[in-house]
């Protein structure tokens, strides 16, 4: 298996416009994370799907962030309107039965300007 | 709320010394502890976790201890080499099946 693949890998955009983050997770993995990472607040945890469906997504900061997860094998982070401050690294995670074991993907780095 | 605390934030060793990371969580219920190390610009890395019913678990120069009634679990790397150099995360799992994470520390190891 590939891993937990997510793209793109890095991604600059103007303030305002909309961003699509992408994420396959491990075959056979029934859980998958969406997290952000800043220097000041680490490892954030944003929203997790089980089966593809939402379980948790209070770290979702704002109604500018939705996510979706149509298929077992494809996730999708949006962010509209994108803001500086949305500038991170966003990182997927896929795990099989939850907590234990997480893979994480390589990340993805946005830049908002 | 939910809430894992880590210290320090940085840490410097000499190479061959040893490195202690700290971590405590909120909730009494979480059972599973894991760590995950993070190289620069890569993903992170499990490296070695542990459960509620546990209070030591060794991994050649890594050991994870847990203390379950202060709420405190702590990661140890003996006769650190240099690329041992990383940011280090302790995790605990509360309730649910979602990983709460601590701010990291970056450990820096000297030759």
């Known amino acids: 298996d590939a891993g937990v693949i997510q793209s793109p890998r890095h991604e600059v955009t103007e303030m305002g416009q909309e961003v699509t983050l992408r994420c396959k997770p491990i075959?056979?993995?029934?859980?998958l994370f969406w997290y952000r990472q800043t220097m000041m607040r680490g490892l954030e945890l944003l929203i997790y799907f089980n089966n593809n469906v939402p379980i948790d997504d209070s770290g979702m900061p704002e109604d500018r962030f939705s996510a979706k997860m149509p298929n077992a094998s494809f996730s999708t982070l949006k962010i509209q309107p994108s803001e500086p401050r949305d500038s991170a690294v966003y990182f997927c995670?896929?795990?099989?039965?939850?907590?234990?074991?997480?893979?994480f993907g390589s990340g993805t780095r946005l830049t908002v300007v | 709320g939910e809430n894992v605390e880590q210290h320090p934030s940085t840490l410097s060793v000499q190479e061959g010394d040893s490195a202690v990371i700290k971590c405590t969580y909120s909730?009494?219920?979480?059972?599973?502890f894991p760590w995950y190390k993070q190289e620069l610009g890569k993903r992170p890395q499990l490296i070695i976790d542990?459960?509620?019913?546990?209070g030591e678990k060794k991994d050649q120069r890594i050991a994870v201890t847990l203390n379950k009634t202060a709420k405190h679990f702590s990661l140890h790397i003996t006769e650190t080499q240099p690329e041992d150099s990383a940011v280090y995360f302790c995790a605990a799992s509360m309730r649910t099946d979602k990983l709460i994470f601590g701010t990291g520390t970056r450990l820096q190891v000297f030759p």
């Open positions: 995670a896929s795990s099989f039965g939850g907590a234990d074991g997480y893979t």
């Open positions: 542990i459960r509620s019913n546990v």
């Open positions: 909730d009494s219920a979480s059972n599973y």
């Open positions: 075959s056979g993995h029934d859980y």
